[in-house]
């Protein structure tokens, strides 16, 4: 038993690190869209274009990547993830270069179905490599470090792509020829650089992840009540089960609410009347919002081994709904 208890603590180690690059990604979107915002002189609707095509990938995707999870396995799956992930970072270097945001948008679903496989392979992973009793807690853990990527993700966005200051469309029509390809071509190099290392870092992890002996769990497999994995299966539809169809819809709503809080984040802190920072500088203070997120999970993760979990989203729901009501 200590054996596998050691295999499954490798095996989630290394699977921390998923939760970790994919919260990165997720959060620079909140540095591209005032960017993006910017270079093409996008109206908030028209910004925010970036975030729809990004998690329409989760709502379009899930299904597929779910049968190709339950056909393939869970390590098949994240290898896969993972290079569908890498080439969409690919997709920003021609985005930029051709100054195309219909293109920066095919990207940006790319990216997020890469993602999206990712997490439809990882999250139950984590879930069976354990003891069923601390699964949730357990998962809390791993979401944790996906926290501190979307923590680090800001900050390393606004040293990289908010280091230029954009110009405004008056400022832009005034330059000759050769300063404005010069603009444009420094513009491009701000998205293209990063998101090519973030492309090699995939598919690295890509082959990590092929020559690693992970623990091997059928993705229909659920752990049975000795922390074993048993051979039996669900068969019923997910729609059958009444508490998993409402934790989906406090899902949406909570994602919709903190997605929608740090993507305009950095246009909100650079208002005049409100702090009216330079975008590097209110990129990076989008830091600490995540931050905030990355700290409560790593409560959570405690508080929940003590603390049932239909009870501790009773009180944090309770909680947010109250501070959302006090700004009313």
Known sequence: MADQQNKYTGALAVL???????????SLNDILIPHLKAVFTLN??????????????????SVPC?????????????????????????????????????LFLTAFFVLA?????????????????????????????????????TTLGPYFGSLLILATAVKTADQIAGLEPEQLSVY?????????????????????LAAVFSLLKLPSVSATAPASAQ????????????????????????IFVYVGGEVAIGSFLVNFLGQAHIAGLAEQEAGKLVSFYWGGAMVGRFLGAVAMRKVHPGKALIFNALCAAGLVASRC
């Open 113 to 149: 179905s890469g993602i999206t496989l990712l997490q439809v392979a990882a999250n139950p992973y984590v879930t069976v490599l354990g003891n069923p009793d601390t699964a949730s807690s357990r998962l809390t853990m791993t979401q944790a470090f996906n926290s501190l990527g």
């Open 227 to 250: 922390g074993d994995i048993a051979a039996t299966r669900v068969e019923q539809s997910a729609w059958h089960f009444p508490l998993l169809v409402l934790g989906a819809l406090a």
């Open 44 to 61: 908030y609707t028209q910004a925010m274009l970036v975030q729809f095509c990004f998690f329409a990938a989760y709502f379009v995707m």
């Open 66 to 102: 779910g049968y190709l999870v339950d056909r393939v396995g869970y390590k098949p799956g994240i290898i896969v993830g993972l290079a569908v992930a890498g080439g969409g970072c690919l997709l920003f270097y021609p985005a930029a270069g051709l100054h195309s945001y219909p």
């Open 16 to 26: 921390t690190s998923l939760f970790f690059i994919w919260g990165f990604l997720t």
């Open 184 to 204: 444009q071509a420094a513009e491009a190099a701000a998205v293209q650089q990063p998101y090519l290392w973030l492309a090699a870092v995939l598919f690295g």
